[in-house]
T-cell receptor, first 114, second 113 residues
Framework: DAKTTQPPSMDCAEGRAANLPCNHS???????VYWYRQIHSQGPQYIIH???NNETNEMASLIITEDRKSSTLILPHATLRDTAVYYC???????????????FGKGTKLSVIP | DVKVTQSSRYLVKRTGEKVFLECVQD?????MFWYRQDPGLGLRLIYF???????EKGDIPEGYSVSREKKERFSLILESASTNQTSMYLC????????????FGEGSWLTVV
């Protein structure tokens, strides 16, 4: 099972881009990279996911290296409301019967500073 | 937008009470999940369901049961609440195929006194 390594915490100035790294050197060919975030006292919020290609949506961009051993989540213009714990997940535990779940690690606590 | 709605945001129950936590999703998802989240332990899977009336145990099913009578609704039941079940409970749902997104509800904070 692929595991991820993220820095425990990061700071980012408000209005600047926040670049959150994730290492997943044991990822296998059919495992997706997912990013979620969790603001205190709320449920995890889906941000973005990808397999091989870079992805962009209204919230963020996901850059996956060519060897797929690492990725970076980019929040282009961080605001105070982006302060949260960000989780990079590549493990999709097969529960059988076609079901699967995502296993959350400890994540990166991003603090956006005024 | 995908919506996973948990019926209660904050609950306080007494030891020994029967507790129902309800979850409804509006995206016709096959999979539904119940997790609990505790400081330092992360999210732990209690039960999941991949179809109506189907249920499977997760990592920590002891002391819990579930019910899925309709595709959109998944209930978590604490038959006899205990203080060690004080936690935040999260419901989630997704389509069956791997690679699809799992969406979470806002969470239910349960305190058992």
């Amino acid at each position: 099972d692929a595991k991820t390594t993220q820095p425990p915490s990061m700071d980012c100035a408000e209005g600047r881009a926040a670049n959150l790294p994730c290492n997943h050197s044991t990822i296998s060919g059919n495992e997706y990279v997912y990013w979620y975030r969790q603001i205190h006292s709320q449920g995890p919020q889906y941000i973005i996911h990808g397999l091989k290609n870079n992805e962009t949506n209204e919230m963020a961009s996901l850059i996956i290296t060519e060897d797929r051993k690492s990725s970076t989540l980019i929040l282009p213009h961080a605001t105070l409301r982006d302060t949260a714990v960000y989780y990079c997940i590549v493990r999709v535990a097969n529960l059988g019967a076609g079901s699967y779940q995502l296993t959350f690690g400890k994540g990166t606590k991003l603090s956006v500073i005024p | 937008d995908v919506k996973v709605t948990q019926s209660s945001r904050y609950l306080v129950k007494r030891t020994g009470e029967k507790v129902f936590l309800e979850c409804v999703q509006d995206m016709d998802h096959e999979n539904m999940f119940w997790y609990r989240q505790d400081p330092g332990l992360g999210l732990r899977l209690i039960y999941f369901s991949y179809d109506v009336k189907m249920k499977e145990k997760g990592d920590i099913p002891e002391g819990y049961s579930v019910s899925r009578e309709k595709k959109e609704r998944f209930s978590l039941i604490l038959e006899s609440a205990s203080t060690n079940q004080t936690s935040m409970y999260l419901c989630a749902s997704s389509f069956l195929i791997s690679g699809n997104t799992i969406y979470f509800g806002e969470g239910s904070w349960l305190t058992v006194v």
